[in-house]
């Protein structure tokens, strides 16, 4: 019996070097422009100093130094001085932003001539997203795809054909991707070398047949080569019935079930698409209380809208109940705020620590995320697109706004326009947002006096300026 290991000796070695698939060099540059903006270039190869504005203005397929390069720019942040434009880039890549002075009229004035002149190649760094390279098609004007990439075999096993690629698969709500490069490498090699056993059995009973047959008389020849013709068969009984007991007791020791990875899509805040939130849970306040009313009033001034917006929103989202908690997700909070958000931000007013401490409950925090968040962004795209719409339609807005998400206000703007009554020929709007009551809450509002979505700015009030911090007011 010891025989039958040395024969299959060399079975077992070939399993133990043969090669596993060998990764490939691909990725891109994340660069940082000379005002310190952040974009990102695909890349050949680890060598980003290839990556200068030349290229910047080709990806983006600009012809003109005038030629713009925006789909949606808003202006942000304005003072006597300066403001701030932010806009997307029309290939999808991303956002840059860029002060300007008063002497310039409006967002506008940004085109391919900026990024030409303010790009660094100096502040490039080599980044490789795992799974993912460039759709390198020879034509970099094109707009940059990121597909999943199967392995290749230093050494290639006979027989095997191939790795297959996995594509995103949509399973209920979740979209899904099977990665079976294992399971396919060891099915493989399984085969393979179920093969080689078979090929050596075969060499061994024959050398054992030319040894018998030329033993003659001599017995201990013939002895000899009886042991080599039963080692080699019951060797190759043992790999076949092995495999046989593994499938019987479980096919899937032998059949390596692909991993299934579900696809986490990064969704900026200012594209975000927000959940039903479900039913309330807590003690309710009653809308006549005034509790809150000077927090609202001061971070309403950050911004310039009406508090008394503020006000009647938390009473529809949390019947004013800082410790309100929603029974289907994990909104929480005065505004019913989603955790993940917080810190993103918050961290441009430097609150962005108090998003664990004292966390979502504390009414300022809460009331500090819709301020630069929700709210802040809702004032952009209604005033930047639908300036003249009428208060009402506006106060319809926001609170669709607040129910969906940013995204889905753009969206709905953009497909449907700014007159929210055609809206309402759309049912798939209203079943995506918590609007169920929003004519009631904007009835709501108008009974409180407000009469525009817009109130005094007073940004010398706005606790991100004073140094206030969320123990200064109320919980």
């Known amino acids: 019996m010891p025989r039958v290991f040395k024969f299959f000796l060399p079975f077992f070695v070939l399993l133990i070097f043969t090669p596993f698939p060998a990764r490939a060099d691909f990725g891109y540059c994340q660069c940082t422009l000379s005002d310190g903006i952040n974009v990102k270039m695909s890349a050949a190869s680890l060598d980003c100093s290839g990556v200068n504005s030349l290229s910047v203005a080709k990806l983006r397929n600009l012809t003109g130094d005038q030629v713009k390069i925006f789909s949606s720019c808003v202006e942000i942040n304005k003072s006597d001085t300066w403001s701030l434009c932010t806009c997307k880039l029309q290939d999808g890549l991303g956002s840059i932003s860029n002060r300007r002075t008063p002497s310039q009229n409006d967002c506008s004035v940004l085109s391919s001539y900026f990024i030409k002149n303010n790009f660094s190649t100096d502040q490039c760094v080599w980044k490789i997203p795992k799974g993912y390279k460039p759709d390198d098609s020879g034509d970099i004007a094109k707009k940059i795809e990121w597909k999943p990439v199967a392995p290749s075999l230093a050494i290639n096993i006979p027989g095997f054909k191939g790795f297959s ?62 042991e080599r013709i039963e080692g080699a068969l019951v060797g190759l009984a043992l790999v076949i019935v092995s495999y046989l007991v593994l499938y019987i007791i479980n096919p899937d020791l032998v059949r ?220």
């Open 165 to 226: 690629s996995p594509t995103p698969q949509q399973e209920d709500d979740v979209k899904v991707v099977y990665i079976s490069f294992l399971g396919e490498y060891l099915a493989a090699l399984y085969r393979f070398l179920i093969s080689i056993a078979g090929i050596i059995s075969a060499v061994m009973i024959m050398i054992g047949g030319f040894q018998w047959i030329a033993a003659g008389g001599n017995s201990s020849q013939r002895a000899s080569a009886l």
């Open 256 to 475: 390596f079930q692909s991993l299934r990875i579900p696809v986490v899509e990064n969704v900026p805040f200012e594209d975000a698409e927000f959940p039903t939130r479900g039913e309330l849970i807590g003690t309710p306040k009653a809308l006549s209380n005034t509790t809150y009313d000077t927090l609202f009033q001061k971070f309403a001034g950050c911004i310039g809208m009406d508090w008394r917006v503020y006000k009647v929103l938390a009473f529809h989202e949390s019947r004013l109940n800082p410790a309100a908690k929603s029974s289907k997700s994990s909104a929480t909070g005065l505004f019913q705020v989603l955790k993940g958000y917080c810190p993103k931000i918050l961290q441009k007013v430097g609150w962005d620590g108090y998003c664990s401490n004292p966390g979502l409950t504390n009414p300022a925090v809460s009331a500090a995320i819709v301020t630069q968040g929700h709210f802040k962004m809702a004032l952009n795209s209604i005033n930047g697109t639908c300036g003249s719409a009428s208060a009402n339609d506006k106060l319809h807005m926001l609170l669709f706004n607040n129910g969906s998400g940013p995204g889905a206000l753009r969206k709905a703007i953009r497909n449907y326009g700014c007159d929210t009554k055609n809206w309402e020929a759309h049912p798939e709007i209203f079943k995506a947002a918590s609007y169920a009551n929003g004519v009631k809450t904007v009835n709501m509002m108008r009974g409180m006096g407000v009469q525009n979505l817009t109130g005094a700015k007073d940004t010398s009030q706005c606790p991100f300026n004073t140094g206030a911090k969320p123990s200064d007011f109320p919980s």
